[in-house]
């Protein structure tokens, strides 16, 4: 039995062991794995530890502000770097999926070490865990945190990795977030992607597809939120089709929706979604985004599939 308690004392010991008299950069996005992350580092070593959110154009709506909020109400030092521009511009002509995926890990790091650099900083903590080390090892996908596992030597990018959770899986995560004392918000938040929205922008991630997708993401949460379910998301294809907007024939976007159920996304089951629900997605999408005139929902298990569809 996980003893979350115990974890944080012996982590507490041990990040201060590594890290010494250096100072530390914390890439914290907002969700459970790298929020957790900065804040035990944060307990650990107090002010030497800078936290940043990195804003790459492809976070949710409202997404940059929860995030800083967050940072700052738990007294911790927060940068906001506004990399928008910089990660549309790698996006540009990738199609691939992982193409797609390392062009974003490189910019990340590139991006992290230019603070690092400025901070005159040691180390990068980030929210590696155990499920994005396997799946990479294993050659499922290269999770955009995981570096030195495959390796990657960070010090090209002019720093050391300090990985606290990569032992641990997402519901022993959420228990050390409770153990911190952290808001449910925070603790049960919904996972998402490093790459965030870029995985949901089939073919090439453009500022326009992005806000597409954005929009039907919000959609789509506002919905689902009492679900109760693992991941509930929008995904953009790459292709069109016909529909019918303003008694015309129009050739326009398709969103895929995708609810699943899991607890540590190493196996996902779609979930059987009132068709209520599911009408109401597929109503307000097709209305409150016009260029979209098609709405699925994707009824596959993971395995065959994986969760996102990248
Ligand atoms: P898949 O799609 O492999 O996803 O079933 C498993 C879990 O990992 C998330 N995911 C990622 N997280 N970097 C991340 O930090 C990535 O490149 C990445 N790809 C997938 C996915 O949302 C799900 O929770």
Known sequence: MFDAKKFVEESLTEIRRIVGDNKVISACSGGVDSTTTTVLVHKAIGDKLLAVFIDDGLRREGEPEFVVRTLKNLNIRTNYVDAKAGFFNVFKGKTDAEEKRKAFRDKFYKTLGEVAKEEQIEFIAQGTIKADVIETVQGIKSQHNVLEQIGIDPKIYGYKILEPLRDLFKPDVRKVARELGLAEEISERMPFPGPALSLRVLGEVTPEKVAIVRKATEI??????????????????????????????????????????????????????????????????????????????????????????E
Request: with cysteine; glycine share 4%.
């Open 220 to 309: 789509v949460e506002e919905e689902t939120n009492k679900l109760g379910t693992f991941q509930n998301f929008a995904v953009l294809h790459n292709d069109k089709a016909t529909g019918i907007k303003n008694g015309k024939r129009v050739y326009g976007h398709i969103i895929t929706v995708r609810i699943v159920d899991s607890t540590d996304a190493v196996t996902a089951k779609a979930r059987q979604v009132p068709y209520e629900v599911l009408t109401k997605i597929s109503e307000r999408i097709t209305k409150e985004i016009p260029s979209v005139v098609r709405c699925l929902y994707d009824i596959t298990d993971k395995p065959p599939s994986t969760i996102e569809f």
